[in-house]
C-alpha cells in the first residue's frame, strides 16, 4: 500500500438509493478518465477503494481529487495539482477510505502479487473496475506486432488475469462483481482502430464468457 486517505460520507440520498458500504473496489486505470470518474462514484456509493495504475503520483491526484470532489457533493472543482496544497485538504477522521497502488497491469504474470497487495489495506476487493486501456489510434501500415500485441494485452489479456486472481475470493464470499469496459467499437469499426476494435470486440465476448463460467448456479 503506497498511500492511504479517508474521506466524508454519502449523501443521504444515494444512502437510500444505492449502497456498496462494506465492500472493496478495485480500479485499474484510476489516475485519469473513466476510471478516476469510475471511482469516484464507487466511494460515493460507499465501498472503499484501491486505485491502481502506473504512476504513484497520478493515482494520489486522483485521490485527492475524488476526496474534494465529494465535499463538494459532487461539484466542479478548480483542482490544484501541488502536492503539499493537496494535503491540506485531507482529513483522516472521516470514515471512508482510499488507498493507491502504483502497478503495471500489463505484466500479466505479476497480477496475482497485486491481487495479494490489493486485499491488504482493506480485505480481498469483491468489486473489480477494469478501466486501464489503450488506444493508439494508428494507421493499419503503421501498425508493429510490438503495438499489437501491447494493446491486446492491456485491454483485453489484463481483465482476464486479473479477474483470475480476484476471483476466488469472491466465491468463497459468495458475492462478486466485475466491470469491464467496452466501447462503440466492440461492434463497429472506427478509423485507425483495428487493434483497440479488436480488443474490445474481444472485451464483450470476454464479459460473457466471465458470466457463464463464475455465475453462481441456480
Not at 456498496?20 to 473496489?25: D, F, K, M, V
Not at 478501466?131 to 501498425?143: D, H, I, S, V
Not at 503495438?147 to 483485453?156: G, K, S
Request: aromatic fraction near 6%; charge should be neutral.
Amino acid at each position: 500500500m503506497d498511500c492511504q486517505r479517508d474521506t466524508e460520507a454519502r449523501s443521504p440520498l444515494q444512502t437510500q438509493l444505492f449502497s456498496l458500504q462494506g465492500h472493496t473496489a478495485l480500479v485499474t486505470g484510476a489516475g485519469s478518465g473513466l476510471g478516476k470518474y469510475m471511482a469516484h462514484a464507487l466511494l460515493h456509493a460507499g465501498a472503499n477503494l484501491i486505485l491502481v495504475g502506473r504512476t504513484l503520483d497520478r493515482l494520489e491526484a486522483s485521490a485527492d481529487e475524488i476526496f474534494l470532489s465529494l465535499k463538494q457533493q459532487g461539484g466542479h472543482l478548480a483542482y490544484d495539482s501541488d502536492p503539499a496544497a493537496r494535503s491540506a485538504h485531507r482529513d483522516p477522521d472521516q470514515n471512508k477510505r482510499i488507498a493507491c497502488i502504483a502497478f503495471d497491469v500489463s505484466e500479466l504474470k505479476t497480477l496475482p502479487e497485486l491481487a495479494q497487495k490489493a486485499s491488504q489495506p482493506f480485505g480481498a476487493p469483491d468489486i473489480l473496475v477494469n478501466a486501464a486501456g489503450l488506444n493508439p489510434r494508428k494507421p493499419w501500415n503503421e501498425l508493429t506486432p510490438e503495438i499489437w500485441e501491447y494493446t491486446l494485452r492491456l485491454n483485453l489479456s489484463a481483465p482476464f488475469f486479473l479477474a483470475q486472481a480476484l476471483v476466488p475470493e469472491m466465491m468463497r464470499q459468495r458475492w462478486g462483481r466485475i466491470i469491464n469496459i467496452a466501447s462503440l467499437q466492440s461492434s463497429r469499426a472506427f478509423p485507425n482502430g483495428l487493434p483497440y476494435g479488436a480488443s474490445k470486440g474481444g472485451i464483450a465476448q470476454l464479459t460473457r464468457g466471465m458470466a457463464e463460467a463464475w455465475s453462481r448456479p441456480g
